[in-house]
């Protein structure tokens, strides 16, 4: 590959280049073991390479890919959204049908009794935006419970409660689903692992489901469960800004944290 300007490139900068994952990810790997450098193990940060330089992870051979890609999948119950897992059969990136669907990865997560919008991408510094806590994108879900939910547990949510860690787990915002009461519309922004399944299950709610509608600008709209879409340039856009960060229409706001 020719030098085009980016070189040399920090090792989990080109990693990420290359569709490996988020930075952060690519900086587990490299501290784990997982990566070579012309036949030589790397574990310690700032190494950088250039266009010379053979970078292999877990023995395969890595280069920046050709092009860019930016999905949105509509995730089914049932699937997981980790890459590769001994004791899994049913991987959300197989749904996506393209040529360049191994170099695919999540951009965050929905864990497997989830279902909704997920992104895609082999885009690396996209992905690190995206999940980064600073720039605060948005997630909405909407979530069944087994009961009618109270006002005053969903101002506790919002407030946060300590469950498992020593930071709380949070909600920015809520909104009450017309005609029912089992239906809460859910806005978080850092989503931590089964964040809204712990903070019902701590306020003594068990979820019956669980389906992500938005993410930033994004929207699920009609993609049934198993299709995926590209996004378009604006969306892109969007995400990467900041922009879009607020829910198009829908329910009635009852409460946020600001």
């Known amino acids: 590959m ?3 300007g980016f070189y040399p490139i920090r ?8 569709g490996v994952g988020s930075r952060r990810a690519c900086e587990e790997l490299i ?3 997982h990566v070579m450098v012309n036949n030589k193990v790397i574990r310690e940060m700032g190494v ?9 992870v877990d023995m395969e ?9 930016y999905i949105a999948l509509n995730k089914p119950r049932g699937y997981v959204c980790t890459n590769y897992d001994p004791n899994e059969e049913k991987y959300a990136r197989d749904l996506i049908t393209i040529r360049d669907q191994r170099l695919l990865f999540n951009v965050g997560r929905l864990d497997k009794d989830s279902n909704g919008l997920i992104i895609f991408t082999n885009d690396g510094d996209f992905a690190n935006r995206m999940m980064h806590p600073k720039y605060e994108v948005e997630k909405e879900y909407i979530v069944k419970l087994d009961r009618d939910v109270v006002i005053d547990d969903l101002k506790r949510a919002l407030d946060g409660v300590y469950s498992d860690m ?6 920015k915002r809520y909104d009450l689903m017309p005609r029912t009461k089992q239906f809460v519309r859910v806005t978080l922004i850092e989503g931590k692992n089964r964040e809204i399944r712990k903070i019902f299950s701590y306020l003594g709610y068990d979820v019956k489901s669980l389906t992500r509608i938005r993410v930033g600008g994004v929207e699920l709209g009609d993609l049934q469960p198993g299709q995926w879409r590209d996004l378009t ?4 856009g969007m995400l990467l800004s900041g922009r879009g960060n607020t829910r198009k229409s829908g329910g009635r706001g009852n409460g946020r944290r600001d």
């Open 11 to 18: 090792l989990q900068a080109y990693m990420a280049k290359c």
């Open 61 to 69: 051979t890595i280069e920046p890919a050709d092009k860019l890609y």
């Open 31 to 33: 501290r784990t073991g």
């Open 2 to 4: 020719e030098n085009d």
């Open 166 to 171: 020593p930071r709380p787990y949070r909600i």
């Open 48 to 56: 950088k390479v250039g266009p010379e330089d053979i970078v292999q």
């Open 233 to 236: 340039r604006e969306e892109v």
